[in-house]
């Protein structure tokens, strides 16, 4: 008898783990599986999304720094051509006859060696002038140079001053008249004015 239960208890348990699947069973290995596949689901897509966000704030930052330096470069071109304005205007440099100003597309030859002199003499000087100061302010980080081209070649620089790291220059040139007040004679000359950023 003890055979007996024992042939008995055996073909149980193997009959319990051979047994095919019910309808239960098989039901709770799909919800899992179902379950896993939208877990899975779930992760990729936060993936995706974070992966736009990403490439979102990339796009938008890149944007924004071309956006800065766009507008950094129309800054320095306005302040270009101000300081184009302001060179051109300057009475220093004016032709004039008894006071007043003839031309304002002029300029004297010997007020602009004059002025060029001054601010060189005034930056050499270990203490420096008011002159030098003053000329300082107006111009900032530029350069501005006077060339007669025609009928004799000279070049004048009247001011220049480059910081030590220039990102960008500017240069502005324009024909303009040179007087020499003393013959009367007129030259045809060129005055750049250099902007440093």
């Known amino acids: 008898m003890r055979n007996k239960q024992h042939r008995n208890t055996q073909p149980e348990t193997l009959r319990s783990t051979q047994q095919p699947r019910t309808k ?5 290995a799909t919800r899992q599986t179902t379950a896993q596949l939208q877990s899975f689901e779930s992760v990729i897509v936060i993936v995706i999304v974070m992966f736009i966000v990403i490439l979102g704030i990339l796009f938008f930052a ?20 101000t300081l184009f304005s302001l060179v051109t205007n300057l009475p220093e440099l ?5 006071g007043g100003v003839t031309d304002p597309a002029c300029i004297n030859l010997y007020k602009a060696k004059a ?6 003499k005034e930056g050499e000087r270990s203490v420096k002038s008011p002159a030098f100061f003053y000329y300082n302010s ?8 006077l060339a007669t081209i025609y009928p004799n ?3 004048i620089t009247l ?15 324009i024909p303009i008249k040179v007087e020499d007040p003393i013959t009367n004679k007129k030259a045809f000359g060129v005055l ?6």
């Open 24 to 28: 239960k069973t098989a039901r709770a």
């Open 62 to 81: 890149r944007m924004g720094r071309e956006t800065i330096n766009e507008e950094s470069r129309k800054k320095a071109d306005v302040d270009a051509i």
């Open 94 to 98: 004016q032709c004039s006859k008894y």
């Open 115 to 120: 002025l060029s002199k001054l601010i060189k």
């Open 138 to 145: 107006l111009f900032g980080d530029a350069t501005v140079s």
């Open 153 to 155: 070649e000279e070049n």
């Open 159 to 173: 001011y220049d001053r480059k910081p030590r790291h220039t990102t960008r220059s500017i240069p502005i040139r």
């Open 192 to 197: 750049t004015v250099t902007h440093h950023t």
